[in-house]
């Protein structure tokens, strides 16, 4: 009688108003915080509450509990491990551990879908190689017969594998190629235990900007586009479609609010992450590291074949799959079109988002940009020249710099000026990430090559232009 009466209580408990039942959905999502470029994905909905905004109320949905979890990985791997275990729906990975997410399904008997892009690049810039800071290397060509560590199955992990393939070099003769996290090759560097350390966003630029590596190589090099997106576990998406769609809803309005206020969101992914703000900016401010672009463009399909291949030659599968079957642009169509956006327009657009002192800055490879400490505002320069006269007056004034952000002029590629080398010509100041491609402009140029404490002391003094060495 006493369970007889406890399940008619639970049963009235579960009935609406209208004496519907009920439904509890759970709505499970695997992100990536540290991986700051999936913040539009995962960090910014979570903490802004944005999902609840978008959740349908109506229809089939007029009755529904939803039972909301966020679990947080520092990978793709275990992440994809608690997707094929049925525990979460969703999930942020690049396109390497994304190929591996899609396999696993695929010999579960199950099947995942990439439902969108979050921020990607189409030359391959975001991951790269560091070495310590006082390491002898300035090229991946110095590294032969070295020890170069990486996350396995990571997106930084295809990467390399392709570099060192361009290098024409085997693997595993070559080069010693070893697994390890992220969070242990910071002190593998600074202890010299290993020679180099490949990683995806951010470590490549973070390891930099704490002082204690240089990045040697970009992703951008090896010309292989890369991204990284949202999986949806198939069943789930074809159940319950609506909620996809409200999930890319939320996703874009993140993304609107980091395009508006870049400086103001990369603070808030520092305080969740640890990440400093001023190399989330590097991802998420104008011509960033990489593009936030939801969009499938042709780049990032390929991205994925690219995986899949890759994956073949670990042989970690020997199936030819049909990478179009996993890329499901539909429920993206729809959200994109619910928020009043054109999509086919934007599959069309590859312009970044411009910088501007007031006025547009045209020749985005010349500019440049400062994070005084102090301002909400990251100020933007139209060029090196006079980013770093302005650095020098703000010395002046008492001021100081969270950052300095300059253009490579080979690739495009945002990079921390301090991390970079400049060729100075006459007035005109270059920035590269590589020593060697400011070598070869500074020897076609007669310029002279300098690091950033050559290129801050050029532009204290005027004369000091003249007098500035190789």
């Not at 690049?94 to 892009?117: H, M, Q």
């Not at 190629?177 to 560097?189: K, M, N, R």
């Not at 950052?403 to 590269?432: C, P």
Request: with cysteine.
């Amino acid at each position: 009688m006493k369970v007889a009466l406890r399940n008619l209580l639970l049963f009235l408990s579960l009935l609406s108003s209208d004496g519907a039942v009920a439904e509890k959905i759970r709505i499970a999502i695997g992100t990536q915080d540290t991986t700051i470029n999936c913040a539009a994905g995962g960090l910014l909905i979570r903490e802004l509450q944005l999902l609840e905004k978008y959740l349908p109320h109506d229809g089939k949905y007029q009755n529904a509990e939803y039972d909301i979890q966020w679990h947080n990985f520092t990978s793709g791997a275990p992440l994809t491990n608690e997707m094929v275990a049925g525990k979460l729906d969703i999930g942020s990975m690049a396109d390497f551990p994304g190929a591996f997410n899609i396999e696993a399904f695929r010999k579960a008997g199950k099947k995942s879908l990439f439902i969108n892009v979050l921020s990607g690049s189409t030359a391959g810039s975001g991951n790269g190689v560091v070495v310590p800071k006082d390491s002898a290397a300035q090229s991946l060509a110095d590294l032969k017969g070295k020890t170069i560590s990486v996350p396995f199955a990571s997106t930084a992990h295809g990467m390399l594998l392709r570099a060192v393939a361009q290098q024409g070099w085997h693997p595993d003769e070559d080069v010693n190629i070893i697994t390890q996290a992220p969070e242990i090759a910071g002190s593998a560097l600074l202890t010299h235990k290993v020679d180099a350390h490949a990683d995806f966003v951010p470590f490549a630029e973070l390891f930099p900007y704490r002082g204690f590596a240089r990045k040697i190589y970009d992703g951008a090099q090896s010309n292989t586009p890369t991204f990284h997106g949202t999986l949806a576990d198939a069943d789930f998406a074809e159940k319950h479609p609506e909620l996809i769609v409200a999930f890319l809803r939320a996703a874009l309005e993140a993304n609107q609010l980091l395009a508006a206020e870049p400086e103001k969101y990369s603070e808030l992914i520092a305080k969740h992450t640890g990440i400093e703000a001023e190399v989330a900016y590097l991802f998420h401010g104008p011509l960033g590291v990489q593009t936030r672009d939801f969009t499938w463009k042709p780049e990032y399909r390929q991205a994925l074949k690219t995986a899949f291949e890759t994956l073949k030659l670990l042989k970690r599968t020997s199936t030819d799959l049909d990478v179009e079957q996993y890329i499901d642009d539909r429920y993206l169509r729809t959200a994109f079109k619910q928020a009043g956006l054109d999509y086919d327009a934007k599959l069309k657009d590859y312009s970044p988002k411009p910088i501007s002192n007031g006025q547009a800055i045209t020749d985005a490879k010349q500019a440049a940009q400062i994070w005084v400490n102090g301002e909400p505002t990251v100020r933007s320069y139209a060029s090196a020249a006079s980013a770093f006269t302005t650095l020098n007056e703000l010395h002046k004034a008492g001021k100081t710099a969270r950052a300095v952000y300059l253009q490579d002029s080979a690739s495009g590629i945002k990079l921390l000026a301090n991390d970079a080398w400049f060729v100075l010509e006459q007035n005109h100041l270059s920035a590269f990430l590589s020593k060697a491609q400011a070598d070869t402009q500074a020897s076609q140029q007669d310029g002279r090559v300098l690091d950033f404490a050559g290129a801050q002391t050029a532009f204290a003094n005027p004369s000091a232009l003249a007098t500035a060495v190789r």
